[in-house]
């Protein structure tokens, strides 16, 4: 069935201009077809067309759910933007694909790239969220400093991956389960060691991230995904 995203369904049963037209030009949608609409606040909607109109399509809720398959933890992955943008790109798709609540672009001292399109990477992070059919719309934050983003307190278990030989723990075995946790990576040439520093100074545990030598956004995906599946585990064990 198709899945359509309206942050204001609740208030306004109308889809937004885009979606609209997807619905009625695209799949040629009419009044009584069946569809399914999010709202990334975690409401998950069963509805009917009632107005087919290729920018205003109306609609009347059948059923909801609240709260669709809500996550037991908040992930936020603090990540400097890849030189290449399309490869940050890439991980915010599949980071909410997989399950990530915020994402904060951060500017590190060997940032190549100083400049994030928030715009461009939320319209991501909607289409990744429809195919992936969850109903939360992960956050994704203005770019910030690196010194800037460390004057914030942050709840929960606090790590760092970075590549410098010292002691490191592996985020596999150290992050335990319906914790909330944020994760900082650096860009392309890794966090600087006063980074490092700075980062333990704040709580930050050093971590790894296995034994290869992972591009940053691989890097990304790679903690995402070991968080999510350490938390699955966690709940199929009861």
């Not at 400093?145 to 307190?153: A, L």
């Given at each position: 069935m198709a899945l359509f995203y309206a942050p204001n369904i609740k208030n306004d049963l109308t889809l937004?201009?885009?979606?609209?037209?997807h619905a009625v030009k695209v799949l040629r949608m009419?009044?009584?077809d069946s569809l399914e609409v999010i709202d990334g606040?975690?409401?998950?909607?069963?509805?009917k067309?009632?107005?087919a109109h290729h920018k205003k399509c109306k609609v009347v809720i059948e059923n909801e759910v609240q709260g669709y398959h809500k996550r037991p933890i908040h992930l936020h992955i603090a990540i400097a933007p890849t030189?290449?943008?399309e490869r940050i790109e890439w991980f915010a798709e599949k980071a909410t694909e997989i399950g990530i609540d915020e994402i904060t672009p951060i500017i590190c001292r060997y940032s190549e790239r100083k400049v994030?399109?928030?715009?461009?990477?939320e319209k991501i992070l909607i289409s990744a969220m429809k195919q992936s059919k969850k109903a939360y719309l992960p956050t994704i934050n203005e770019q910030t400093?690196?010194?800037?983003?460390?004057?914030?307190?942050r709840k929960g278990d606090l790590f760092i991956a970075h590549c410098y030989?010292?002691?490191?723990?592996?985020?596999?075995?150290?992050?335990?389960?319906n914790n909330d946790v944020t994760i900082l990576i650096g860009p392309e040439g890794d966090f600087s060691e006063e980074e490092v520093a700075t980062a333990i100074k704040k709580g930050y545990l050093p971590i790894s991230l296995g034994e290869s030598r992972l591009r940053t956004e691989t890097a990304g995906v790679v903690a995402c995904h070991t968080i999510e599946l350490i938390n699955q585990i966690a709940s199929i064990n009861g």
């Open positions: 937004p201009e885009e979606e609209s037209q009419v009044e009584g606040q975690g409401g998950f909607y069963h509805a067309i009632a107005i030189k290449n943008i994030v399109k928030r715009d461009r990477i400093t690196f010194n800037d983003f460390m004057k914030s307190d030989e010292q002691d490191k723990k592996d985020l596999c075995t150290t992050y335990k389960a």
